[in-house]
Nanobody
Framework: QVQLVESGGGLVQAGGSLRLSCVVS????????MGWFRQAPGKEREFVAV????????YYAGSMKGRFTISRDNAKNTVYLQMNSLNPEDTAVYYCAANICAREYCSGYAMFAEYDYWGQGTQVTVSS
């Protein structure tokens, strides 16, 4: 059974930073491309970032470029999301997700339906 467990969320002031972590168990971590999504109240779940199986490739949603950094440690079965220059519009539940992909990453990486496993989410709240 595959499990994804996020941590690192919390309350932060605008302009601050948080680092989210997601530990994956139950299957060889390096077989997954890993993504982060977020969902704000009343809004659809949206793509944040993805990192390829080896970590060589990363892609970000436009509003996150330059502020967020996704990384992974395959030895620790963990993916990270470093979030800087946070603003109140970043307030959401953040989810990590695993995509079983034969290649480094799959072309549908920005679509939540592409992903095979999900964590329970961690709340990030940014105050103004």
């Amino acid at each position: 059974q595959v499990q994804l467990v996020e941590s690192g969320g919390g309350l932060v002031q605008a302009g601050g930073s948080l680092r989210l972590s997601c530990v994956v168990s139950g299957r060889t971590f390096s077989t997954y491309a890993m993504g982060w999504f977020r969902q704000a109240p009343g809004k659809e779940r949206e793509f944040v970032a993805v990192i390829s199986r080896s970590g060589r490739n990363t892609y970000y949603a436009g509003s996150m470029k330059g502020r967020f950094t996704i990384s992974r440690d395959n030895a620790k079965n963990t993916v990270y999301l470093q979030m800087n220059s946070l603003n109140p519009e970043d307030t959401a539940v953040y989810y990590c997700a695993a995509n079983i992909c034969a290649r480094e990453y799959c072309s549908g990486y920005a679509m939540f339906a592409e992903y095979d496993y999900w964590g329970q989410g961690t709340q990030v709240t940014v105050s103004s």
